[in-house]
T-cell receptor, first 113, second 114 residues
Framework: DSGVTQTPKHLITATGQRVTLRCSPRSGDLSVYWYQQSLDQGLQFLIQYYNGEERAKGNILERFSAQQFPDLHSELNLSSLELGDSALYFC????????????FGPGTRLTVT | AQSVAQPEDQVNVAEGNPLTVKCTYSVSGNPYLFWYVQYPNRGLQFLLKYITGDNLVKGSYGFEAEFNKSQTSFHLKKPSALVSDSALYFCAVRRDNYGQNFVFGPGTRLSVLP
């Protein structure tokens, strides 16, 4: 158990809808990362937050947004969902913002129908 | 731009034999390199990292990796494979600058045969 929790574990929704994925980092970790894992794209870095502020941005679509709250949990919002958004979404956390190993949560499997 | 290549989709090795999972990278500036492992239906687990110093890095579960700057490689190795090592392995790289993100390779599936 990495200490990172993600909810929900599974999510099934229809195209055009909006969903929110939630992540709680390990105790004491200030950085949160979001990744998308799909069969055709592999593991793609989406975005990183450190202590409430956006730190790095990857291949995150404009339809997606994220934030980190004062209690350090993070939410990833996915809107106007398309079939291609179906994937595993992982959250990871690390102690700091720099070159630290990341601890991954179990993931949220999103299915868009 | 940063990139990571894992030239083998699949590696098969007999239990007890040494294993190597290959990784090459492309990055301007100093690279920071990582290996992660993913078991079925689980998130990724950190194995080891190279930041600076000794080119041979030792990590979890008996794994090690060798950083080779001239060949831009960071191959993962283990002297004696276990069936329980069967999993998906990811190499990742990040530059040493603020705001840079991690780039993961496509993954290599390791199968250790009894």
């Amino acid at each position: 158990d990495s200490g990172v929790t993600q909810t929900p574990k599974h999510l099934i929704t229809a195209t055009g809808q909006r969903v929110t994925l939630r992540c709680s980092p390990r105790s004491g970790d200030l950085s949160v990362y979001w990744y998308q894992q799909s069969l055709d794209q592999g593991l793609q870095f989406l975005i990183q937050y450190y202590n409430g502020e956006e730190r790095a941005k990857g291949n995150i679509l404009e339809r997606f947004s994220a934030q980190q709250f004062p209690d350090l949990h993070s939410e990833l919002n996915l809107s106007s969902l398309e079939l291609g958004d179906s994937a595993l979404y992982f959250c990871a956390s690390s102690e700091g913002a720099g070159i630290y190993e990341q601890y991954f949560g179990p993931g949220t499997r999103l299915t868009v129908t | 731009a940063q990139s990571v290549a894992q030239p083998e989709d699949q590696v098969n090795v007999a239990e007890g034999n040494p294993l190597t999972v290959k990784c090459t990278y492309s990055v301007s500036g100093n690279p920071y390199l990582f290996w992660y492992v993913q078991y079925p239906n689980r998130g990724l687990q950190f194995l080891l990292k190279y930041i600076t110093g000794d080119n041979l890095v030792k990590g979890s579960y008996g794994f090690e990796a060798e950083f080779n700057k001239s060949q831009t490689s960071f191959h993962l190795k283990k002297p004696s494979a276990l069936v329980s090592d069967s999993a998906l392995y990811f190499c990742a790289v990040r530059r040493d600058n603020y705001g840079q993100n991690f780039v993961f390779g496509p993954g290599t599936r390791l199968s250790v045969l009894p």
